[in-house]
């Protein structure tokens, strides 16, 4: 059996809620119906008072070990979300403590139990300050300071390149952004064909991307208008597009001088500064070079790299060796070749 760490985030406070089970998709229920019969803890409440399009569920952890599974990471991801002071978890996970205390290291390295307004407190260190939750080669996780994670090349964030799918079934699990289920339609992403929007008073929630209201206007995406900026010394906001600090130039975009890039050996992906040494040498290039988007003979879009066999044979081409015309009435790609015989593409 799999065993599963959850987090749902609330897009009209950004609280978050952490859980535990062997079924999201029956544990998603149970919290939805509780919410509409007994809401009696804080995240109920805040299911009934926003409802639940206002919320974003996903699996974060997923593991064959129950006991580490519930009684450690449970506990790790409620202190790395800071959701049992800042959210809508009402104990520390795990087995659950006392409201209103905390697990904290001591002078002697020692886990506590200890009162978060205590005098005590303020001389501890949170349990997992300094730590990181890794996975090795062989997808082993484990809790581990982050020194020895930085300076070890054995070991990747504990979701670095993996995502929260659903099944055709409807059943969530968390896989490699690589699974070839994916590609096969078999998983697809969760939150695809949803977007996160807000109406005329600000209210946001999710819905579907064929919602009418946004075609009416009714509802807008939840960043349209809005932009994110930097000022001199670094720090960074989220201002109206049309914000006057804009125009004057005390403000400006945080992705002003820096370009998304890819690492040429290894395929990592970094935002860089167009001054980075990485970037300048080229061991880093812009993604705009190394990829581009094609189609098929049946008009299907491709993001793919330029030395894709499919782009190097002719299988792929570019939008722009491609044209619309009429075939019987009906606007058709085709292909355009030098002898300017065309091919039909759906």
Not at 102 to 117: E, G, L, R
Not at 283 to 309: C, M, S, W
């Amino acid at each position: 059996m799999i065993y599963s760490i959850y987090k749902v985030t609330c897009l009209v406070s950004n609280k978050v809620y952490i859980g535990y089970t062997h079924n999201f998709v029956s544990r998603k229920r149970r919290h939805i119906n509780l919410s509409k019969i007994n809401p009696k803890t804080q995240f109920h409440r805040a299911i009934q008072k926003h409802g639940i399009d206002a919320f974003v569920w996903e699996v974060i952890y997923q593991s064959l070990d129950k006991n580490h599974t519930k009684n450690v990471m449970e506990a790790y991801f409620i202190q790395e979300y800071n959701s049992y002071k800042c959210g809508y978890n009402c104990t520390l996970g795990g087995d659950g403590q006392s409201p209103g205390h905390t697990i904290m290291i001591d002078s002697n390295n020692a886990p506590k139990i200890v009162d978060i307004h205590s005098t005590e407190s303020k001389t501890m260190r949170g349990i997992n300050k300094g730590k990181v939750v890794a996975r090795d080669i062989d997808g082993k996780c484990s809790i581990m300071l982050k020194t020895d994670y930085d300076a070890s090349n054995n070991y990747v964030g504990v979701n670095k390149g993996k995502l929260t799918a659903k099944t055709k079934t409807g059943e969530f699990v968390h896989v490699l952004k690589t699974d070839p289920r994916l590609l096969t339609g078999e998983l697809v992403g969760m939150q695809k064909g949803k977007l996160s929007v807000k109406d005329i008073n600000g209210k946001t929630c999710q819905v579907s991307v064929n919602d009418p209201r946004l075609i009416t206007g009714e509802l807008v995406a939840v960043s349209k208008g809005i932009t994110s900026v930097k000022d001199i010394n670094g720090k960074t906001y989220k201002v109206p597009v049309n914000d006057p600090r804009i125009l004057s130039g005390e403000l400006t975009s945080t992705t002003t001088g820096t370009v998304i890039c890819e690492n040429i050996h290894t395929g990592d992906r970094l935002v860089l500064s167009i001054n980075d040494p990485r970037y300048i040498s080229g061991e880093y290039q812009h993604i705009n070079k190394l990829y581009i988007t094609a189609v098929d003979i049946n008009g299907n879009k491709f993001r793919i790299k330029k030395t894709d066999p499919r782009y190097i044979s002719g299988e792929l081409v570019t939008k722009s060796k491609t044209h619309i015309i009429l075939v019987n009435g009906k606007p058709t790609r085709v292909r355009l070749t030098k002898s300017l015989d065309t091919q039909a593409m759906g």
